[in-house]
């Protein structure tokens, strides 16, 4: 199968992902505003909730078959083959674990049924997340590119028709369903006519052993993600009450929104610097300043320009009844640039096989999360998880940064000053913007914001004309 260079790929998914987030975001307006700041309290809590579980089922599996299919591309059939039989026997036990969680935290029956519905997406989404991190494996995410989009237009389809015909909240998680089911056919078709591979599943004891140990790390990790970024909707749960799950919810999904540009940049340069730890320090340390630059001159300046903006655009957006959400979304939306840069910080930390430093770096934060959502949800309701995770964000920006200094040697005060600039520009950008919403429309503010930023960091010298030949240059490379 043909490989994609590092800049191509990171294109490819980054696009698609952009235009995956764009309809989920619509699609998400649309059933808010809906089902209404409770409704979305429920639907958001399912959601939420069966998604700390799905690194359980997962297991870290999935960054193994990555890691190891870009390095060794012998081992995947007998990887993959593995995996599934593994998945297929603890997708029973997990679902049903979650089914018996619920029912004992005494949840209503209506959030007790969205639940087992959003455990059945999960698990279907875990299978596509393997047969789709083999291909990335292989360097190619065109055709995961092409799934993301296809199973969000098939859950807008089936979330607009029941919106239109008034039926039931639990249609909206059925939606995701149908997606998925749609996702996991799609992804296992592509595995087979692109990589000639059929998932049969096999129970190998020495493969399971091997391919435990590479995951561990990788499994604790992933577990600990998921609680520091579940857990919040959860402790609400209990804490307060919907109405907070759902202004918190409105707040969370447009900090982001935009996250995906991050996730875009992870497919990419994961496996590309897998490879490139084996074959060229130098290439590694390049791609890897290079990465960190591109996603801080993207996500400063939308966290500057969220803060001046969200007050005109909560409203307009969500209606009246989620206003309350306007602080929090002030706080979350500087979790974005931590956000951002962490990426590239574990995808390096993972590549390097320094995968259990990330893991404790990921612990301590899940922790520090826990314990300030438990302090602050009390007395600040959902504005506290806000801050919670701004500072758990924070902790795990420098961790990060401090872990990779010990294992690549990278131009840090060139990176400092470029910082510095790019934070300077989107800084008068933010000012601008504050000033001309109360005389314009935010849709008429957007562009000339960003207008002012683009001739900003041009000015600043922070992306020259040098930039742009260079990012041409490695869109038409052909090889990695």
Same mark, same amino acid.
């Given at each position: 199968?043909?490989?994609?260079?590092?800049?191509?790929?990171?294109?490819?998914?980054?696009?698609?992902?952009?235009?995956?987030?764009?309809?989920?975001?619509?699609?998400?307006?649309?059933?808010?505003?809906? /089902?209404?700041?409770?409704?979305?309290?429920?639907?958001?809590?399912?959601?939420?909730?069966?998604?700390?579980?799905?690194?359980?089922?997962?297991?870290?599996?999935?960054?193994?078959?990555?890691?190891?299919?870009?390095?060794?591309?012998?081992?995947?059939?007998?990887?993959?083959?593995?995996?599934?039989?593994?998945?297929?026997?603890?997708?029973?036990?997990?679902?049903?674990? /979650?089914?018996?969680?619920?029912?004992?935290?005494?949840?209503?029956?209506?959030?007790?049924?969205?639940?087992?519905?959003?455990?059945?997406?999960?698990?279907?989404?875990? *299978?596509?997340?393997?047969?789709?991190?083999?291909?990335?494996?292989?360097?190619?995410?065109?055709?995961?590119?092409?799934?993301?989009?296809?199973?969000?237009?098939?859950? %807008?389809?089936?979330?607009?028709?029941?919106?239109?015909?008034?039926?039931?909240?639990?249609?909206?998680?059925?939606?995701?369903?149908?997606?998925?089911?749609?996702?996991?056919?799609?992804?296992?078709?592509?595995?087979?006519?692109?990589?000639?591979?059929?998932?049969?599943?096999?129970?190998?004891?020495?493969?399971? %052993?091997?391919? *435990?140990?590479?995951?561990?790390?990788?499994?604790?990790?992933?577990?600990?993600?998921?609680?520091?970024?579940?857990?919040?909707?959860?402790? @609400?749960?209990?804490?307060? #009450?919907?109405?907070?799950?759902?202004?918190?919810?409105?707040?969370?999904?447009?900090?982001?929104?935009?996250?995906?540009?991050?996730?875009?940049?992870?497919?990419?340069?994961?496996?590309?610097?897998?490879?490139?730890?084996?074959?060229?320090?130098?290439?590694?340390?390049?791609?890897?300043?290079?990465?960190?630059?591109?996603?801080?001159?993207?996500?400063?300046?939308?966290?500057?320009?969220?803060?001046?903006?969200?007050?005109?655009?909560?409203?307009?957006?969500?209606?009246?009844?989620?206003?309350?959400?306007?602080?929090?979304?002030?706080?979350?939306?500087?979790?974005?640039?931590?956000?951002?840069?962490? *990426?590239?910080?574990?995808?390096?930390?993972?590549?390097?096989?320094?995968?259990?430093?990330?893991?404790?770096?990921?612990?301590?934060?899940?922790?520090?999360?826990?314990?300030?959502?438990?302090?602050?949800?009390?007395?600040?309701?959902?504005?506290?998880?806000?801050?919670?995770?701004?500072?758990?964000?924070?902790?795990?920006?420098?961790?990060?940064?401090?872990?990779?200094?010990?294992?690549?040697?990278?131009?840090?005060?060139?990176?400092?000053?470029?910082?510095?600039? /790019?934070?300077?520009?989107?800084? /008068?950008?933010?000012?601008?913007? #504050?000033?001309?919403?109360?005389?314009?429309?935010?849709? @008429?503010?957007?562009?000339?914001?960003?207008?002012?930023?683009?001739?900003?960091?041009?000015?600043?010298?922070?992306?020259?004309?040098? #930039?742009?030949?260079?990012?041409?240059?490695?869109?038409?490379?052909?090889?990695?």
């Amino acid at each position: 199968m043909k490989k994609l260079n590092l800049a191509k790929n990171t294109l490819i998914y980054t696009g698609a992902l952009s235009m995956q987030k764009v309809m989920s975001f619509l699609y998400f307006i649309v059933v808010a505003r809906a /089902i209404g700041v409770d409704g979305t309290g429920k639907y958001s809590f399912a959601l939420s909730f069966t998604s700390i579980f799905a690194m359980f089922l997962d297991f870290g599996l999935t960054q193994v078959i990555i890691r190891e299919g870009a390095r060794n591309e012998e081992h995947s059939k007998r990887y993959l083959a593995n995996i599934i039989a593994f998945k297929l026997l603890a997708s029973i036990i997990i679902w049903s674990v /979650i089914a018996l969680a619920v029912n004992l935290l005494n949840y209503p029956l209506i959030t007790r049924q969205l639940v087992y519905l959003s455990a059945l997406v999960m698990v279907l989404d875990s *299978f596509s997340l393997t047969f789709y991190g083999l291909l990335r494996g292989h360097r190619n995410l065109q055709y995961e590119s092409l799934g993301v989009i296809l199973n969000q237009v098939m859950v %807008i389809i089936v979330g607009v028709t029941a919106v239109v015909f008034h039926l039931s909240i639990l249609f909206f998680i059925v939606a995701y369903l149908i997606g998925s089911i749609f996702n996991l056919s799609f992804s296992l078709f592509t595995l087979n006519r692109k990589l000639k591979l059929t998932p049969w599943p096999q129970f190998n004891r020495a493969t399971l %052993i091997e391919l *435990f140990k590479l995951s561990l790390p990788f499994a604790i990790a992933g577990i600990f993600v998921r609680i520091y970024s579940a857990m919040d909707i959860v402790l @609400l749960s209990k804490l307060a #009450d919907d109405s907070a799950i759902g202004w918190y919810s409105a707040a969370y999904k447009v900090a982001f929104a935009l996250q995906f540009i991050g996730v875009g940049s992870l497919a990419g340069i994961y496996p590309a610097f897998s490879a490139y730890y084996v074959e060229s320090k130098t290439k590694l340390a390049e791609s890897f300043v290079k990465i960190l630059k591109y996603l801080t001159l993207v996500s400063l300046p939308l966290a500057v320009g969220v803060i001046a903006m969200a007050d005109k655009v909560i409203v307009p957006i969500f209606g009246h009844q989620y206003a309350g959400s306007v602080p929090a979304l002030q706080v979350l939306i500087l979790c974005l640039p931590f956000s951002f840069i962490c *990426f590239p910080l574990g995808a390096m930390l993972n590549a390097s096989n320094k995968q259990h430093w990330n893991m404790w770096s990921l612990g301590l934060t899940a922790l520090i999360n826990l314990i300030l959502n438990l302090a602050l949800i009390p007395e600040f309701s959902y504005i506290g998880s806000a801050w919670a995770s701004l500072i758990s964000y924070i902790f795990l920006f420098a961790s990060g940064v401090y872990l990779v200094n010990k294992i690549l040697p990278y131009p840090k005060k060139t990176l400092l000053w470029n910082f510095i600039k /790019i934070g300077a520009a989107a800084i /008068i950008m933010g000012l601008v913007a #504050d000033f001309l919403k109360f005389e314009l429309h935010f849709l @008429l503010v957007i562009p000339i914001a960003a207008l002012v930023y683009l001739i900003l960091i041009y000015v600043f010298g922070v992306f020259r004309q040098a #930039d742009w030949e260079e990012a041409k240059l490695m869109l038409l490379k052909k090889q990695l």
